[in-house]
């Protein structure tokens, strides 16, 4: 088995205000995603990554950076935020398999608010 | 679009009684859907309750069942007999065999089961 951490758990920010959220992985998964939920709505895709140092963007990226340093870690940056925002982000992982399916296992979420 | 619709929720149902959630989607731009059912339990992260990747095929996984039915373009999630453990929020969700990054969910539907 394996685990994802996401940290922080709660993060507070200031409208306009540059902020980073962090995921680790130990299953030593290829391919890793950034997702966020709004209150009462589903995951939206913001940004995902097959491997290390590559970025693909979701339907959700403007406002948001990713970066993918090495394979078991995976950031998002808030570049500027804004209070409809707020919301609850997800970071998952799977094996990569083209043409075929690769379950995602989710970590705990962050829950983002700006003041 | 592609899109994901499910029953609205919340839905209470007392134990050991039937439950079905209704999941409905549209794969436009989807030529191999694969279909989802994730679950949160209270104080847990989301993960996979089940999954079908082949169109007229079923799932089944801790007494819930789904069924691909590519004609009404449909995946409802049924138990035949609830218990309280049961009690979470269900999301149904649409994937592609093709793209890792499209993962599509549903609003989520919470579920409260009466003892």
């Known amino acids: 088995g394996g685990i994802i951490t996401q940290t922080p758990k709660f993060l507070i920010g200031q409208e306009g205000q540059k902020l980073t959220l962090k995921c680790q992985q130990n299953?030593?998964?290829?391919?890793m995603y950034w997702y966020r939920q709004d209150s009462g709505k589903g995951l939206r895709l913001i940004y995902y990554s097959i491997t290390e140092n590559d970025l693909q963007k979701g339907d959700l990226s403007e406002g948001y950076d990713a970066s993918r340093e090495k394979k078991s870690s995976f950031s998002l940056t808030v570049t500027s935020a804004q209070k409809n925002e707020m919301a609850v982000f997800l970071c998952a992982s799977s094996i990569a398999r083209a043409g075929g399916y690769a379950e995602q296992f989710f970590g705990p979420g962050t829950r983002l608010t700006v003041l | 679009g592609d899109s994901v619709t499910q029953t609205e929720g919340p839905v209470t149902v007392s134990e050991s009684e039937s439950l079905i959630i209704n999941c409905t989607y549209s794969?436009?731009?989807?030529?191999?859907?694969?279909l989802f059912w994730y679950v949160r339990y209270p104080g847990e992260g989301l993960q996979l309750l089940l999954k079908?990747?082949?169109?007229?095929q079923k799932g089944s996984s801790r007494g819930f069942e789904a069924t691909y039915n590519k004609e009404t373009t449909s995946f409802h999630l049924q138990k035949a007999s609830v218990q309280e453990s049961d009690s979470a929020v269900y999301y149904c969700?649409?994937?592609?065999?093709?793209?890792?990054?499209?993962?599509?969910f549903g609003q989520g539907t919470k579920l409260s089961i009466k003892p």
């Open positions: 079908v990747i082949t169109a007229g």
């Open positions: 299953f030593n998964h290829d391919t």
């Open positions: 794969a436009t731009s989807i030529a191999y859907p694969n």
């Open positions: 969700a649409l994937g592609d065999r093709y793209n890792q990054g499209k993962l599509i």
